[in-house]
């Protein structure tokens, strides 16, 4: 893990505990993290979940590739490199709402398991559950809601995940959807069901 650039700074202690949060809302925070090719079924999914959960009384917060480019990594484009920062700034982000007691829900493609894995390494075991949004390209290309796999095969978009940039699938992820078989209600409700028997939601 890389240290940070600044000097003189100290880690400040909370009083507040992460325990002591989560027994005031009555679950266990965790990174929900979806993982697919663009049209894969990601935010759909995770909506869906975070609608489920929010009306059974669980507090969750959905993190979305495209809001956080709007705010937090607008500096950021889709070059290797910036693919990397921006997987990596979300995971930090991840890891504090996890800590907070939160049940939070990242929407992303990212596409490099090593950095997937670096967001798991950086939390704690059971914080990080990967969810493998599985989804055949073809179909994906035929859904495209937002045109971009045909703007990618025009060579309009550069380094576009699945056409001309690479993505790497998850080796052993927690679960495994297939959004091209199952709707996407069925798909939120495998993900609610996995959280409920891991003891997520501990008050059901």
Known sequence: MSQPKSENITRVQLQVTRADRESAL???????????????????????????????????????????????????????????ENIRRIGEVAKLFTQSGIINLTAFISPYRIDRDRNRDIQEPRDFVEVFVDCPLEVCEQRDPKGLYAKARAGLIPEFTGISAPYEPPLKPELALRTDLDTEEESAQRVVDYLAAGGYLARE
């Open 26 to 84: 009555g679950q266990r925070g965790v990174t929900v993290w979806f993982t697919g090719l663009s049209a894969s079924g990601k935010s759909t999914v995770a909506t869906l979940v975070d609608q489920i959960l929010t009306a059974r009384g669980r507090h969750c917060y959905v993190l979305d590739g495209d809001n956080i480019r709007f705010g937090l990594n607008r500096d950021l484009g889709f070059s290797p490199e910036d693919r990397n």
